[in-house]
């Protein structure tokens, strides 16, 4: 049986709870995205959604587009769309959305092979994005039958930047009446961006993950802060977007990117709390799922998971 008594609950105690709960707030990273794609070592679709550590996943890349050929879709050692190789992910996509993991298709990349030569080129592959990944129909979707949530812009090299802008308010305008279409970009940090600068304007993005590494002037650099800092405020006071969010390397490997890994604890101590004061921060982007392996950056990072 139960006693009437209080409990007894020293002010200590107490203070140690608030402190716990103060600790969470500051810690807690937020929604954690991920690349998935560019590497067979870092397994497939379904573990990287079953692990339970991130929002959404961007498949990566749709590397090859524009100038009238036919886009192209490379996923490295995952599979061969040629061949329809890559119809086995739609079921892994199908378990990912199934979880609440919203699943992107990424285009671009650091990789040449892609650019937008005219507002024709955009709309075109608007079309074909919308037919064979989203909302619409065509008889060689790469994945079968699902609908994907969204499209990633990682535009890092190639012509047209004003092209882009076509190319989202037509994917923008296709989405209208059906099921959503979700807009990611992902910048470089120096502000503007040149290659998404004109796409990023027109206010349609709901989510920004900004490439705090590979940019000496704008990375954080636990020895001069100030300078991420004046770059995030930069960009949370220049951009309309749903959501904002800092983009590292989860691994201090060559191979994840030349510069700007960040250790999850300096991460906690030293880039949450401040970039948190934002009302439109959104959470943590890593490049990517095999790095993240490597080194179990975002478990670090989601202490609960």
Not at 15 to 31: M, P, Y
Not at 197 to 205: C, I, P, R, V
Request: proline content about 5%; charged content about 15%.
């Amino acid at each position: 049986m139960g006693s009437n008594e209080a409990p007894n609950i020293s002010k200590s105690n107490i203070l140690v709870l608030i402190s716990l709960v103060a600790l969470v707030s500051v810690t807690n990273a937020g929604d954690i995205v991920v690349y998935w794609g560019q590497d067979g070592r870092e397994g497939s679709l379904s573990a990287t959604c079953n692990s339970g550590l991130y929002k959404t996943v961007n498949i990566a890349f749709l590397s090859a587009f524009g100038g009238g050929t036919q886009p192209q879709l490379n996923l490295a050692n995952h599979c061969n769309p040629a061949s329809n190789g890559c119809l086995s992910l739609n079921k892994d996509i199908k378990n990912c959305q199934a979880r609440g993991i919203q699943v992107l298709l990424s285009i671009g990349g650091g990789a040449p092979g892609y650019s937008l030569s005219s507002s024709k080129d955009a709309t075109n592959l608007a079309n074909y994005i919308w037919n064979n990944f989203l909302g619409g129909k065509s008889n060689s979707r790469p994945f079968g039958n699902v609908v994907l949530d969204g499209v990633d812009f990682d535009i890092e090299l190639g012509g047209g930047a004003s092209f882009y802008i076509v190319l989202a308010k037509t994917l923008s305008n296709l989405s209208k009446g059906g099921q959503k279409v979700y807009l990611s970009a992902a910048p470089q940090c120096p502000f503007p961006d040149k290659q998404l600068n004109g796409a990023l304007s027109t206010g349609l993005f709901d989510y920004v993950w900004i490439q705090f590494y590979n940019n000496g002037p704008c990375e954080f650099d636990a020895n001069n802060p100030r300078k991420f800092q004046r770059s995030w405020n930069q960009w949370t006071s220049s951009i309309r977007a749903g959501k904002l969010y800092v983009g590292f390397p989860a691994s201090p490997s060559q191979s994840a990117a030349g510069s700007g890994y960040v250790p999850p604890q300096v991460l906690m101590n030293r880039v949450l709390p401040f970039v948190k004061k934002s009302s439109i921060y959104g959470g943590v982007m890593l490049w990517d799922r095999f790095n993240d392996l490597q080194t179990g950056y975002s478990r670090n990072i989601k202490p609960s998971v």
